[in-house]
C-alpha cells in the first residue's frame, strides 16, 4: 500500500519579525543591548520570522492554537473534512502544558472525533517521527488517512525576564538559540489514495546517535553542571530556575557533529540503493543555520555525491527556524510556490542536534 | 575545503571510508575516558596514563609505515616516494609525546618502561602484517583513519585536555602538531586513494584494513583504563 500527502498547510504567529525588531520585542537582559546577536545572526542568515508573544511577553496564540491552525489550512485544500480524520499524529518539543500529551491538547483544539492519536516528543526530528509513525500505521492498512502536525513555540523561553531569574551573566550557550530560533506551525494531510498532484511517500529513515555523542541541546540542566542534576530534582521550580535549569542551551562545540552525522545518514542510504544521487531533482534540508549549509555542501561534494545548488530549498531565511515544524513549513511552500513535475523526486533531511538524531524522507510527485 | 577530483573508483572508496570514520568516531564516543573528556572531567593524571599508553603505537606507527613502504614493489615507485616521505616526518614523533609526558609531570622512566597496552598489541600485530605482504593497497585505510584521528587530536582533543586539566598548551603539543600540516597530507590521501584503489577487491580490502584498523584503535583506548 502506498501513501500520499495530498495537502499541507502552515501557520506563522503575527507580522514578520526583521532582525533589528527581535530584541525589542524578546527584550533586553539586564536592560543590556546583545552583544552576540549580530554575529549569531550573521552566521544563521535569518533574515525575518514570527513570535506567538508580542512586546509585553502576552502569548497571542497557544502552541495548541497555532497547530490548529496549520492543521485546518492543510484541509482546507484537502478533499475530506475533519469528520472523516482518522488519526492525528502531533509533535513538538515543548507542548503548552507539561501534561497530557500535546496531541490530546490538539485533538481538542481542532475538535476532532474517535481518533487514533500519537504524540512525539523530541526536538527538531520530533515532526518526522511523528510522520514515520503516521505513515507506517497507513501502511500497515490500520488507518486510510492521517493528520500529522508539528508546532513550536519556543519564544515563551526567550523574555528578558527568564534569562534574568537565572542570574547575573548569560553565557554564549544559553543565548545561542535566542537569535536562531522561533514560532510557526506546518500540516500534512496523508492518505492511502492518491489525489490530484501530491506527492508519494517512498521512504522514511531516521538514524540516532545519542549512544555515543553528548547532549548538545537541552533543557532542563542547571548552568556549567556535569548534568548529574534536573530542573525536576530541585526542591521548588524557582531554584531551578535560579540554577539556569529553565533555559535553553546548544553545547555550541558539540554542533558540527551535526554535518557529518547527515552526511554519514546520506551515504548509508546510497549504499542500501535508497537515495540515488543523480536521480535527485529537489532537496529540501533543515539545516538550522546558512553557516551549516555550507558545510553540509562541501562535504558532500567532497564526498562525491554533492547535490547542484539549484536543486536545494529552503524558506529558512524568511520564515526562521521554527524546530520540528520547519520541515512541514518548508515543503508546505516548496508545494505552493516552487515548480515540480510528476516523477520529480524529493529528498527531505532534518538533522537534529538534541542528541543527533537524523532523519530522512524520500518523496515522489505523483499525478492521481 | 578545496574540491577533490576523483576517480569513479576513488570516489566510491571515499564514501566507503568516510563512513568508517564516523562509524569510528562514534565508536570513539562510547569509550569511558573519552566519554570524561568531553564532559571535562579529565584530569592532568588522566592525560599522562593517556600519553602512557600511547607511546607505544607512535613508535610502532613509524615502523609499519617504514615497511609498508618497502613492501610496494617497483610498478608502486611513486606510492613507496610518498610513504617513504611520510614515514621520514613522522618516524621520531614519539620523543614529542615523551617531552608532554614529561612537561605534564610524568617521568621519562615511567613512560620508557611500561608495558604495552594490549590494545597497540593488536593494533600493531595486525598492521606489521598487513604491511608485510607485497603491495599492501589496503593499508592506505589504516593511513585514512590514523591521520583523521590526528586531525581529530589537533583540532578537539588538545584543547578540551588543556581546558579540563588547566594547561596551557604547554603539554600538548604532540597533539597539537598533528593539526599543522593537516591539509597537505589529506590531499596527499585523496591522490593515494585514487592512485590504489583501482578495483571493487581493492576497495572492499582497502575498507576492511580501516575497519579493522578503527576496532583495534579503540581498543587501545578502551585498555587505557584496564590495569591489572
Known amino acids: 500500500m502506498s501513501v500520499y500527502i495530498n495537502s499541507t498547510g502552515h501557520f506563522l504567529p503575527g507580522p514578520a519579525i526583521s532582525n533589528d525588531e527581535m530584541e525589542p520585542l524578546l527584550g533586553y537582559v539586564h536592560g543590556k543591548p546583545s552583544r552576540l546577536k549580530r554575529r549569531i545572526l550573521q552566521s544563521n542568515g535569518i533574515q525575518t520570522r514570527h513570535y506567538a508573544i508580542d512586546a509585553n511577553h502576552n502569548t497571542t496564540i497557544s502552541n495548541a492554537s497555532m497547530a490548529a491552525r496549520a492543521a485546518e489550512h492543510c484541509l482546507t485544500g484537502s478533499f475530506i473534512g475533519k469528520r472523516q480524520i482518522k488519526m492525528l499524529s502531533a509533535a513538538t518539543s515543548q507542548g503548552d502544558v507539561v501534561l497530557p500529551g500535546f496531541g490530546s491538547m490538539l485533538q481538542a483544539e481542532l475538535g476532532l472525533s474517535d481518533i487514533e492519536l500519537h504524540s512525539s516528543h523530541g526536538i527538531c526530528s520530533g515532526s518526522m517521527m511523528a510522520l514515520k509513525a503516521a505513515f507506517t500505521n497507513l501502511k500497515a492498512g490500520e488507518q486510510p488517512n492521517a493528520l500529522v502536525v508539528a508546532s513550536e513555540l519556543t519564544s515563551r523561553l526567550f523574555k528578558a525576564s527568564r534569562y534574568e531569574a537565572a542570574g547575573t551573566e548569560l553565557d554564549f550557550n544559553a543565548e545561542f538559540l535566542r537569535w536562531m530560533l522561533s514560532d510557526g506551525a506546518g500540516a500534512l494531510l496523508l492518505e492511502t489514495q492518491a489525489r490530484g498532484r501530491c506527492f508519494r511517500i517512498d521512504w522514511i529513515r531516521s538514524f540516532s546517535h545519542a549512544d555515543a555523542y553528548p547532549v548538545c541541546m537541552s533543557v532542563g540542566y542547571p548552568t556549567d553542571s556535569n548534568h548529574s542534576q534536573s530542573w525536576q530534582d530541585y526542591a521548588t521550580y524557582a531554584q531551578a530556575e535560579a540554577a539556569g535549569a529553565l533555559l535553553i542551551r546548544q553545547d555550541v562545540r558539540l554542533l558540527e557533529n551535526i554535518v557529518k552525522l547527515g552526511v554519514d545518514g546520506y551515504l548509508r542510504l546510497i549504499s542500501e540503493g535508497r537515495v540515488q544521487p543523480d536521480k535527485v531533482d529537489h532537496v529540501l534540508c533543515h539545516y538550522s543555520s546558512h553557516y551549516f549549509r555550507g558545510k553540509i555542501f562541501d562535504m558532500l561534494q567532497r564526498a562525491g555525491v554533492g547535490i547542484a545548488e539549484h536543486k536545494w530549498y529552503s524558506n529558512l531565511y524568511s520564515r526562521g527556524n521554527t524546530g520540528c515544524a520547519s520541515i512541514f513549513i518548508m515543503l508546505d511552500e516548496f508545494r505552493r510556490t516552487q515548480s515540480y513535475k510528476t516523477g520529480d523526486t524529493i529528498v527531505c533531511m532534518v538533522p537534529e542536534s538534541g542528541r543527533f538524531n537524523n532523519a530522512y524522507m524520500q518523496l515522489t510527485v505523483v499525478e492521481a | 575545503m578545496t574540491e577533490h577530483v576523483l576517480s569513479p573508483q576513488g570516489q566510491q572508496c571515499l564514501q566507503a571510508l568516510m563512513r568508517v570514520w564516523f562509524e569510528f568516531e562514534r565508536q570513539l564516543g562510547r569509550v569511558p575516558l573519552l566519554q570524561r573528556l568531553e564532559r571535562g572531567q579529565f584530569s592532568k593524571a588522566d592525560y599522562c596514563q593517556l600519553l602512557l599508553n600511547w607511546r607505544q603505537q607512535v613508535i610502532e606507527g613509524s615502523r609499519w609505515i617504514s615497511r609498508c613502504a618497502s613492501s610496494f614493489d617497483r610498478d608502486y615507485s611513486d606510492v613507496r616516494s610518498t610513504i617513504i616521505g611520510h614515514a621520514r616526518e613522522e618516524h621520531r614523533d614519539y620523543e614529542m609525546l615523551e617531552r608532554d609526558y614529561v612537561a605534564a609531570g610524568g617521568s621519562l622512566s615511567d613512560i620508557q618502561n611500561a608495558a604495552r597496552n594490549i590494545g597497540t598489541e593488536a593494533l600493531h600485530g595486525f598492521l ?10 589496503d593499508l592506505i585505510g589504516a593511513m585514512w583513519i590514523i591521520e583523521g584521528l590526528g586531525q581529530k587530536m589537533a583540532n578537539d582533543w588538545a584543547a578540551q585536555i588543556d581546558k579540563a586539566s588547566g594547561g596551557d598548551g604547554s603539554y600538548t603539543r604532540f597533539m597539537r602538531y598533528h593539526g599543522a600540516n593537516d591539509d597537505d597530507h589529506m590531499q596527499k590521501l585523496y591522490q593515494l586513494i585514487d592512485r590504489l584503489c583501482q ?30
Open chain 2, 128 to 137: 606489521m602484517y598487513r604491511a608485510s605482504q607485497p603491495n599492501p593497497v
Open chain 2, 199 to 228: 578495483s571493487p577487491a581493492q576497495l572492499s580490502s582497502i575498507v576492511r584494513t580501516a575497519r579493522v584498523t578503527a576496532r583495534l584503535y579503540c581498543l587501545q583506548l578502551e585498555e587505557v583504563e584496564h590495569d591489572y
